[in-house]
């Protein structure tokens, strides 16, 4: 179960896991949501801390690991925070049932 960094910094390390078939791999809606959101960020979204390369290597590692979960390796499927697997990496959207969880307490 990768989360949004394992995705972003180290995609090539992911389709390796996925490659080898040795593994079942289950993405969380939290993640693919939050890629989505990293993909789409602009300048004006980033922290003082953040410089705009950085924004920009985030935003495009973002969009090429969503590229690589929508070509739906065969054992790497999209979960819902209630364990529900979902056939595709499509629109996704989940009811926010949360209870003030963070993102990181819903993927766990």
Do not use: Y
């Amino acid at each position: 179960v990768p989360d949004t960094n394992i995705l972003v910094d180290s995609l090539e390390s992911m389709k390796e896991l996925a490659n080898s078939g040795d593994w079942s791999i289950r993405v969380p809606t939290t993640v693919v949501i939050e890629l989505e959101g990293l993909a789409k960020a602009g300048d004006g979204n980033r922290a003082e801390s953040d410089s705009a390369e950085h924004l920009a290597q985030v935003r495009e590692n973002s969009r090429a690991a969503l590229a690589w979960l929508r070509d739906k390796p065969s054992n790497t499927k999209c979960v819902t925070s209630k364990g529900t697997i979902l056939a595709n990496f499509g629109v996704i959207s989940e009811e926010d049932c949360s209870d003030g969880q963070k993102n990181d307490d819903k993927i766990l």
